[in-house]
Nanobody, 122 residues
């Protein structure tokens, strides 16, 4: 069994910073990719940033230069450093992880976290 849990969401003023974390735990054999998505009220869930194990990160154009994604493979944890936050960054941020478990090491499955709220407002 695998769990993916986000944390770090908060309310901040425009121009502020936050650091989100996504920790995966359980019977993990390997984590191939981890991705941040966000969903604003009344809108579709959209990709924010993603990182494949051993690969380069990719970002949505709207966050390039402001957000930085990173992974700590030893801790099965992904981070999203968010700077120069704007009101339009307000959303629930979700973690998505492509994981192979010890029970099925040759098959990857997608796991989602429950989300963490980020609110940017003056």
């Amino acid at each position: 069994q695998v769990q993916v849990v986000e944390s770090g969401g908060d309310s901040v003023q425009p121009g502020g910073s936050l650091r989100l974390s996504c920790a995966a735990s359980g019977s993990i054999f390997n984590i191939y990719a981890m991705t941040w998505y966000r969903q604003a009220p009344g809108k579709q869930r959209k990709l924010v940033a993603g990182i494949v194990r051993g690969g380069r990160p990719n970002y949505a154009d709207s966050v390039k230069g402001r957000f930085t994604i990173s992974r700590d493979n030893a801790k099965n944890t992904m981070y999203l450093e968010m700077n120069s936050l704007k009101p339009e960054d307000t959303a629930v941020y979700y973690c998505n992880a492509l994981i192979a478990t010890t029970q099925a090491p040759s098959r990857e499955e997608v796991y989602w976290g429950q989300g963490t709220q980020v609110t940017v407002s003056s």
